[in-house]
């Protein structure tokens, strides 16, 4: 995960708007600086930041809009999508288009990369096609870390 941190943002509000979204520690957040531009970058090596996400889904009931999301940001084992920062710091997740231009403080840029997991089942885990409002076919476990 990654997002620009501007000179005129708050590195603790950003830090605070992705954790609203996805459960990342402090530790697993670091700054980096190229220049004057600068960036908050997060790695985790398990899905469990996506937990928080995965529940922020179902509970603004846009599975199916972060669904679509997800499957047109999907490139091999490898998922690639983009959210409105400002939303995020209200705890909201919004999903953006694309990575400049929609959100005037830039998107959140979230890379999901799976390795030896199976997509189609962390897709069925984290946002599952839904029928009258209710998920189906729900993958309870993705099998990945």
């Known amino acids: 995960m990654r997002t620009p941190l501007y000179a005129t943002e708050s590195e603790e509000k950003v830090l605070r708007a992705i954790q609203n979204i996805l459960a990342?520690?402090?530790?697993?957040?670091?700054?980096?600086?190229?220049?004057?531009?600068?960036?908050?970058?997060?790695?985790?090596?398990?899905?469990?930041?996506?937990?928080?996400?995965?529940?922020?889904?179902?509970?603004?009931?846009?599975l199916d809009a972060a669904r679509s999301y997800l499957l047109k940001g999907k490139s091999g084992n490898a998922f690639k999508f983009y959210l409105n920062k400002q939303a995020?710091?209200?705890?909201?997740?919004?999903?953006?288009?694309?990575?400049?231009?929609?959100?005037?403080?830039?998107?959140?840029t979230i890379i999901i990369d799976l390795g030896e997991c199976n997509p189609e089942a962390f897709l069925n885990w984290l946002a599952p096609e839904t029928r009258n409002g209710k998920p189906i076919n729900e993958e309870k476990d993705p099998g990945c870390g």
Do not use: M, N, W
Not at 27 to 33: A, F, G, I, L, N
Not at 88 to 101: D, I, K, N, W, Y
């Open 24 to 62: 990342f520690s402090k530790d697993q957040c670091r700054v980096e600086e190229y220049g004057r531009y600068r960036e908050i970058i997060c790695i985790a090596e398990s899905r469990i930041p996506l937990e928080k996400f995965a529940s922020l889904l179902r509970s603004q009931r846009i």
């Open 88 to 108: 995020a710091l209200q705890g909201h997740a919004s999903f953006c288009t694309f990575e400049v231009g929609e959100s005037p403080l830039g998107a959140i």
